[in-house]
């Protein structure tokens, strides 16, 4: 059965200024620390894999890499949901840093550049594609890893510098919310929506403490996309006897989470000295576009590039995941959505510069240009000394 899991497109801080400001020291630096680089980890779903599902035991349901995606940009399937780049690659772009890879990938051990944990199909919760994907506790712990990897490579002073220089993006709740809604509806029949979502935040809000702990205190976060409005909801929706309208049921909890998004980190905000965050409003900057295609360049904002069914909204691309057959569009640009999920390259694009120089009414306090270049005067030196560090990594 086609599981859809894929999903995803879904998919103020509190400066408390010290009067003690932080000298660069990059004359002074070990090393094997890049200088005037700040790192970058990802964490999350499909939205920002780079392809971690090429190197786990899974199906082709929670991968990529196969043909026709990475054929705009990479010229091959490298496991990232799209026909190119996703939002990451373009950060990392603007950030002067080399791609980061997958953190599966063999042979990756440079993290000083960051690592990159995100996995298609994973959710905040555990349940979520069990078994078939990096789910984001793992992802969590990964993280856990690299920082032990970091620590015994630069030392503590480097790597607890790294680490809090460094920029966290995570996105991740899009298949708790669309999976059960393709499968297991009953989840719903036992938690109300509320209390799904809180388990949910409870579960982001740990691995946020958690990151927090080991240094991290620059976070970008992506709300949740217009996910009922995707070519498969829209599709799925027509099955059930509608008539091609968004599916109500995921705009609810998308909206919910939205709302309570921004409270969740604000209480965070009050309890985490010096945690820093933004929100990327992916909801109103997706849907504004699929709403104005033309204004933003694309012919096409309903039906898929790559996909059979109405919509192409049948997770067929690629002919790998049980249907053989699938529709491929001839220009890819004029197109918002790849495949019946995700978005395509150049949509991804215009996001990630706004997601980097955004101004409020889309990226909220900080876009990611100020989280990746105002680190060091904004944060405050006392942390750097009474980080708590343990060396017990499990
Ligand atoms: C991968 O999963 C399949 C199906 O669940 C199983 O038969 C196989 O043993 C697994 N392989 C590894 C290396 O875990
Ligand atoms: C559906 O979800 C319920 C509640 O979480 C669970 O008890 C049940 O085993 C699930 N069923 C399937 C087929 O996954
Ligand atoms: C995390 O999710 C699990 C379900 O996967 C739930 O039982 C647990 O209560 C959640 N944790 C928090 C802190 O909300
Ligand atoms: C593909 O579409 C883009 C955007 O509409 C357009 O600029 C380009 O010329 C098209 N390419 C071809 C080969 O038609």
Same mark, same amino acid.
């Given at each position: 059965?086609?599981?859809?899991? #894929?999903?995803?497109?879904?998919?103020?801080? @509190?400066?408390?200024?010290?009067?003690?400001? @932080?000298?660069?020291?990059?004359?002074?630096?070990? *090393?094997?620390? %890049?200088? &005037?680089?700040?790192?970058?980890?990802?964490?999350?779903?499909?939205?920002?894999?780079?392809? #971690?599902?090429?190197?786990?035991?899974?199906?082709?349901?929670?991968?990529?890499?196969?043909? %026709?995606? !990475?054929?705009?940009?990479?010229?091959?399937?490298? !496991?990232?949901?799209?026909?190119?780049?996703?939002?990451?690659?373009?950060?990392?772009?603007?950030?002067?840093? *080399?791609?980061?890879?997958?953190?599966?990938? *063999?042979?990756?051990?440079?993290?000083?550049? +960051?690592?990159?944990?995100?996995?298609?199909?994973?959710?905040?919760?555990?349940?979520? #594609?069990?078994?078939?994907?990096?789910?984001? &506790?793992?992802?969590?712990?990964?993280?856990?890893?690299?920082?032990?990897?970091?620590?015994?490579? @630069?030392?503590?002073?480097?790597?607890?510098?790294?680490?809090?220089?460094?920029?966290?993006?995570?996105?991740?709740?899009? #298949?708790?919310?669309?999976?059960?809604?393709?499968?297991?509806?009953?989840?719903?029949?036992?938690?109300?929506?509320?209390?799904?979502?809180?388990?949910?935040? !409870?579960?982001?809000?740990?691995?946020?403490?958690?990151?927090?702990?080991?240094?991290?205190?620059?976070?970008?976060?992506?709300?949740?996309? *217009?996910?009922?409005?995707?070519?498969?909801?829209?599709?799925?929706?027509?099955?059930?006897?509608?008539?091609?309208?968004?599916?109500?049921?995921?705009?609810?909890?998308?909206? @919910?989470?939205?709302?309570?998004?921004? =409270?969740?980190?604000?209480?965070?905000?009050?309890?985490?000295?010096?945690?820093?965050?933004?929100?990327?409003?992916?909801?109103?900057?997706?849907? =504004?576009?699929?709403?104005?295609?033309?204004?933003?360049?694309?012919?096409?904002?309903?039906?898929?590039?790559?996909?059979?069914?109405?919509?192409?909204?049948?997770?067929?691309?690629?002919?790998?995941?049980?249907?053989?057959?699938?529709?491929?569009?001839?220009?890819?640009?004029?197109?918002?959505?790849?495949?019946?999920?995700?978005?395509?390259?150049?949509?991804?694009?215009?996001?990630? =510069?706004?997601?980097?120089? !955004?101004?409020?009414?889309?990226?909220?306090?900080?876009?990611?240009?100020?989280?990746? +270049?105002?680190?060091?005067?904004?944060?405050?030196?006392?942390?750097?000394?009474?980080?708590?560090?343990?060396?017990?990594?499990?």
């Amino acid at each position: 059965m086609a599981s859809f899991s #894929n999903f995803h497109m879904i998919h103020h801080i @509190l400066l408390i200024f010290s009067s003690c400001l @932080l000298i660069p020291t990059s004359s002074q630096s070990h *090393p094997h620390q %890049p200088q &005037n680089h700040v790192a970058f980890f990802i964490f999350g779903d499909s939205l920002l894999d780079p392809g #971690n599902n090429n190197y786990i035991n899974t199906t082709t349901e929670d991968q990529a890499n196969f043909r %026709p995606y !990475g054929e705009t940009f990479f010229k091959y399937p490298t !496991g990232r949901f799209s026909d190119g780049r996703l939002i990451p690659d373009f950060i990392a772009e603007y950030a002067k840093l *080399p791609l980061i890879p997958p953190y599966l990938q *063999p042979g990756n051990h440079q993290f000083t550049y +960051g690592a990159n944990f995100a996995s298609g199909g994973a959710g905040a919760l555990d349940e979520i #594609n069990q078994g078939l994907v990096v789910n984001l &506790n793992t992802q969590l712990r990964y993280f856990k890893k690299v920082e032990k990897h970091l620590r015994e490579k @630069l030392g503590d002073e480097e790597s607890k510098k790294l680490l809090l220089e460094a920029v966290y993006l995570i996105s991740i709740g899009g #298949n708790d919310y669309i999976s059960p809604l393709f499968r297991n509806y009953s989840v719903f029949q036992i938690y109300s929506h509320r209390q799904y979502l809180d388990m949910v935040m !409870g579960n982001l809000t740990v691995v946020i403490q958690e990151i927090y702990q080991k240094g991290g205190r620059k976070f970008g976060f992506v709300n949740m996309g *217009p996910l009922g409005c995707l070519p498969a909801m829209k599709a799925i929706k027509l099955q059930q006897g509608g008539a091609g309208e968004c599916m109500e049921e995921a705009t609810v909890l998308v909206k @919910l989470h939205n709302r309570v998004l921004p =409270e969740v980190l604000q209480k965070l905000g009050s309890k985490l000295k010096g945690f820093k965050y933004s929100i990327f409003d992916f909801y109103t900057t997706a849907k =504004e576009r699929m709403d104005n295609p033309s204004k933003y360049g694309f012919k096409e904002a309903k039906i898929a590039c790559c996909g059979s069914g109405p919509y192409r909204g049948l997770y067929s691309c690629g002919g790998m995941r049980g249907t053989k057959e699938y529709e491929l569009c001839s220009n890819v640009s004029e197109y918002m959505f790849f495949d019946s999920f995700h978005p395509t390259d150049r949509v991804y694009q215009q996001l990630a =510069e706004l997601v980097w120089s !955004g101004t409020h009414n889309v990226i909220k306090p900080y876009n990611l240009k100020q989280l990746f +270049g105002h680190s060091q005067e904004e944060i405050p030196c006392d942390q750097f000394e009474h980080l708590p560090y343990t060396s017990n990594v499990p």
